[in-house]
């Protein structure tokens, strides 16, 4: 045990490794302010600013919502009464369906008269802006609160640029003062249409490039130092399944995976819980072919890279529009590393062929 340990310690990476855990690290304090810190979004040039709440000029359909308590619209502005904190009033805008839409700038002034809410942090008087499709349906993956009041507001201005999920090519404005009673005025309320910045298009494409470049660069470094081609080739095949799941968009992830589970008989089978299983059975692939096959490094080194890749797979996923990084899937990756080094080590154990194992000396 001593001498394993003294082993473990005693290891010194390669200049190569550490220049390339170098440029990973970059890279993720790159994506990191890409995907949490830059201002991504601009107004559409040309496209008109909606006033919904204007006598005239307005293309943006208008409900009201009254409930237990009553809605008045006047001209440029709505005011939402609730007498007691009990159900919902609501004035819903929703914004017509056109082009891909990256976002909305939400521009009011608001004022609320003794808005009393019940327990919760869903009750007040909010603002939330809802993504819609081109078919109409509503896209709950990001509903965003723009705005929450609670007692009494003086009249202020709000502005706020809000970003909508991948597939948005329209919105729903909800004004609600929901399980609270008291009094909320929105007036001269504009919605402006915004789409992603062209720098962040760019800067979010290079960094793509990027990872690609890293990852290819260490996957051929990888391959040199196996000593079969069969097995250069698994692991080739499951690098490349990796990286293309990465950088799917979800929806076409789904209908790869729809797709997949027909071919297999597996059509009964939720399409989530196939996403699910592709984490674990992809990270498992890699494992199990990277740690049977590279004997140049030592299993610690192998197994160690692998876990350190599996949460960096998910932090990549931010670079594509519609996908996040989850601790679940994170979870999965490890899980898969776990399983197919656990069988990889196995392999290790059994000797190799002569003629493959002389292949790589020149025998």
Not at 10 to 35: K, N, Q, S
Not at 133 to 142: C, D, K, N, P, Y
Not at 259 to 277: N, P, S, Y
Not at 331 to 360: E, Q, W
Request: no cysteine; proline share 7%.
């Amino acid at each position: 045990m001593r001498g394993r340990l003294v082993r473990l310690l005693a290891f010194r990476p390669d200049p190569v490794l550490l220049r390339l855990a170098g440029a990973v690290a970059v890279l993720a304090a790159l994506t990191a302010f890409l995907a949490f810190g830059m201002d991504r979004l601009e107004p559409v040039p040309g496209a008109p600013v909606l006033r919904p709440l204007a006598a005239e000029g307005s293309q943006a359909p208008v409900r009201t919502y009254p409930a237990a308590g009553r809605v008045e619209l006047q001209p440029g502005a709505a005011v939402l009464e609730s007498p007691q904190p009990a159900g919902s009033v609501a004035l819903r805008v929703t914004v017509p369906s056109g082009a891909p839409l990256a976002g909305l700038r939400v521009a009011a002034e608001l004022a609320s008269e003794r808005v009393t809410p019940a327990e919760g942090w869903s009750a007040g008087a909010h603002l939330r802006l809802v993504g819609r499709s081109a078919t109409g349906t509503l896209l709950f993956g990001r509903e965003l609160h723009v705005a929450r009041l609670v007692g009494t507001r003086a009249p202020f201005r709000l502005r706020r640029d809000v970003a909508l999920p991948q597939g948005a090519v329209g919105a729903t404005l909800e004004v609600e003062l929901v399980r609270a009673a008291g009094r909320l005025v929105v007036a001269d309320l504009a919605l402006q249409p915004l789409r992603h910045r062209a720098a962040f298009r760019l800067a979010r494409a290079a960094l793509i490039a990027g990872w690609i470049l890293v990852g290819g660069w260490t996957l051929l470094r990888l391959l040199r130092t196996l000593r079969t081609p069969w097995l250069a080739a698994a692991l080739g095949v499951a690098a490349t399944v990796a990286i293309v799941l990465l950088v799917l968009p979800p929806a076409s992830e789904q209908h790869l995976l729809a797709a997949l589970a027909r071919r297999l008989g597996l059509g009964g089978v939720e399409v989530d819980a196939l996403g699910d299983l592709a984490h674990v059975l992809v990270f498992a692939l890699l494992a199990l072919v990277a740690v049977g096959a590279v004997r140049t490094l030592p299993p610690a080194a192998v197994l160690l890279t692998l876990a350190a890749a599996a949460p960096v797979a998910e932090y990549v996923q931010l670079l594509t529009d519609g996908r996040d990084a989850g601790p679940a899937d994170a979870l999965r990756n490890l899980l898969g590393v776990g399983i197919g080094g656990g069988l990889g080590l196995l392999l290790r154990r059994l000797p190799m062929p002569r003629a493959l194992a002389g292949r790589g000396d020149g025998r």
